[in-house]
């Protein structure tokens, strides 16, 4: 299965600021997928990505507030906007091959 | 018709014992059904998978049955080692535009006491 690295592990981060999380594939994906895990939470999928077009958004999740790049076929990133305590998560970048996922280690993300 | 729901919420079980989780589900369209396990700190890991044309997977001390019937299937952690303590979520996945679309289960938060 692929490796995924994500960076940062962790951030404590002030309100109205951003934050860029990094996820980092060992090999080729087409399609890269961003979830977010509040504390003791399941899963929720964020938005899709996708090499070479805009990213899909599931409903509640918007562009201005979690911009998406995928520049290539290993990388990707996510931006967390105009941060409030409510955005306090663990966000995770996954991908899929066979039908399972592989995820990163996760970025928790604390707003004050 | 998209939900996956898991029970227990929280699991005690003493080591040696048997853990199960259920999950059911209402979309007949699923046609793949993992089960994965976090640990603190990490991202969810794939510990074992099912397709609806099997009854049961085993792989080592970690079973899945599965009743598509009932629309239910479920984890058995046999010889429950403290170890095995972790949250398991459930997922039932349907393929759609070149990948499997997932929906994860609620989470069982496992605690193996010694």
């Known amino acids: 299965s692929a490796v995924i690295s994500q960076k940062p592990s962790r951030d404590i981060c002030q309100r109205g600021t951003s934050l860029t999380i990094q996820c980092q594939v060992d090999s080729q994906v087409t399609m890269m997928f961003w979830y977010r895990q509040q504390p003791g939470q399941s899963l929720t999928l964020i938005a899709t990505?996708?090499?070479?077009?805009?990213?899909?958004?599931e409903s509640g999740f918007v562009i201005d507030k979690f911009p998406i790049s995928r520049p290539n076929l290993t990388f990707s990133t996510l931006t967390v906007s105009n941060m409030s305590p409510e955005d306090s998560s663990i966000y995770l970048c996954?991908?899929?091959?066979?039908?399972?996922?592989?995820f990163g280690s996760g970025t928790r993300l604390t707003v004050v | 018709q998209q939900q996956v729901k898991q029970s227990p919420q929280s699991l005690i079980v003493q080591k040696g014992g048997i853990s199960i989780i259920n999950c059911a589900y209402e979309?007949?369209?699923?046609?793949?059904f993992p089960w994965y396990q976090q640990f603190p700190g990490k991202g969810p890991a794939l510990l074992i998978a099912?397709?609806?044309?099997?009854s049961e997977k085993k792989e080592g001390r970690f079973t899945i049955s599965f009743n598509k019937s009932a629309k239910q299937f479920s984890l058995h952690i046999m010889d429950s080692q403290p170890g095995d303590s972790a949250t398991y979520f459930c997922a039932a996945s349907i393929s759609s535009g070149g990948y499997q679309k997932v929906t994860f289960g609620t989470g069982t938060k496992l605690q193996v006491i010694p």
């Open positions: 990505a996708n090499q070479g077009s805009e990213a899909t958004y």
């Open positions: 099912i397709r609806p044309d099997v």
């Open positions: 996954s991908v899929t091959r066979g039908g399972g996922y592989t």
């Open positions: 979309n007949t369209a699923f046609d793949y």
